[in-house]
């Protein structure tokens, strides 16, 4: 059975699942659904990643979660982020992670600090939450402009808006997260990236990659298990390679993303073509998901942004809106499937 489904696989898969087995070295795999609580930790007790500084002119009381805890995290902490940065990066680029994030998170039924998130748009009579754990609630006005119903195929087509962000901050958050992670044996590479990070204010032309700022997205169909994350950071194994020096994967819900991480000092005359992880080609090998490439490089805060999703529904129910003289579709979604267009 497993020799048929590799002699299905497309040459193409078989090449890019070789090229990180013989090129790179997993330096971090986690998977969650209900695991329980780890600590990653190095051998500078006290001393902070991200700023330096030691205790006591640091405090250490704070939850560090290594991955945000909006989409989902819950088990994988570190003790070698300071209260001071776990604040400041909470305020900045993971608050713009989360605005940017909450529409993937909604639809897949990711449950962050506060529970599952709800999207809306008041104005617009929009609104779209979990009424209970099987069943995704859409209501919204019979008028409402980026919305199409296919009731004989059972399919709605809607671009579900997305709250404004910044697209480098969202970069900025990916990079950071990647860096909680990464060994303290390859931590001393990305001390221009540290400090890049903290800098509120940046340009593209400021970003120590090497690498362009855009990203792989994945929609994995199905219905994920709840509580399940997925996080890999791939290291290349040596400097003589001209390849990236590191790729990081994070995926939560029905969607999964990869980035370079950027890396001045690995990367002098090598390709930093951004190759698919194996997650990101989807579970069957023999009918992998082409990844889209998604541009995080802007600097200028993106506003009234929508993201393409495709939803199928057992029942539309027309019901009175609240506001006068208008109504509204509620479409109740019950077998959880949904993808992005």
Aim: net charge negative.
């Amino acid at each position: 059975m497993q020799d048929n489904i590799q002699d299905q696989t497309p040459e193409w898969i078989k090449s890019s699942s070789s090229l990180y087995e013989d090129n790179y070295f997993l330096a971090f795999v986690q998977q969650q659904t209900s695991s329980p609580k780890i600590t990653l930790t190095t051998s500078l007790k006290g001393t902070c990643r991200f700023c330096g500084k030691c205790k006591p002119n640091v405090t250490y009381k704070k939850d560090a979660h290594a991955f945000s805890e909006s989409i989902g995290n819950k088990s994988i902490f570190v003790d070698y982020e300071c209260d001071d940065c776990n604040q400041a990066f909470g305020s900045t680029i993971e608050n713009e992670f989360g605005n940017w994030s909450l529409v993937y998170r909604t639809v897949s039924q990711v449950k962050g600090k506060r529970g599952t998130s709800t999207v809306k748009r008041e104005h617009a009579g929009f609104r779209v939450d979990w009424a209970d754990p099987t069943q995704l609630s859409l209501t919204m006005r019979e008028d409402f402009p980026w919305c199409t119903i296919d009731e004989e195929r059972k399919e709605i087509r809607i671009d579900m808006p997305q709250e404004s962000y910044v697209p480098l901050s969202v970069f900025k958050a990916f990079v950071k997260m990647a860096l909680m992670i990464i060994p303290e044996a390859n931590i001393d590479a990305f001390d221009n990236v540290i400090t890049w990070l903290g800098q509120k204010k940046s340009i593209e032309s400021d970003i120590p990659l090497l690498v362009s700022s855009k990203a792989l997205q994945t929609v994995i169909p199905g219905i994920p298990p709840p509580g399940w994350l997925f996080a890999a950071l791939a290291v290349r194994k040596t400097d003589d390679l001209s390849l990236p020096y590191a790729t990081f994967v994070l995926a939560f819900g029905n969607y999964a993303f990869q980035i370079l991480l950027p890396c001045m000092e690995k990367h002098q005359n090598i390709d930093v073509t951004l190759i698919p992880f194996p997650i990101m080609l989807g579970v069957d090998p023999t009918r992998p998901i082409q990844p889209q490439e998604i541009d995080l490089s802007g600097t200028a805060r993106m506003k009234n942004e929508t993201v393409p999703t495709v939803f199928h529904f057992d029942v539309v129910e027309k019901i009175e809106h609240k506001m006068p003289t208008s109504e509204s579709n509620n479409i109740n979604e019950s077998d959880g499937d949904h993808n992005t267009l």
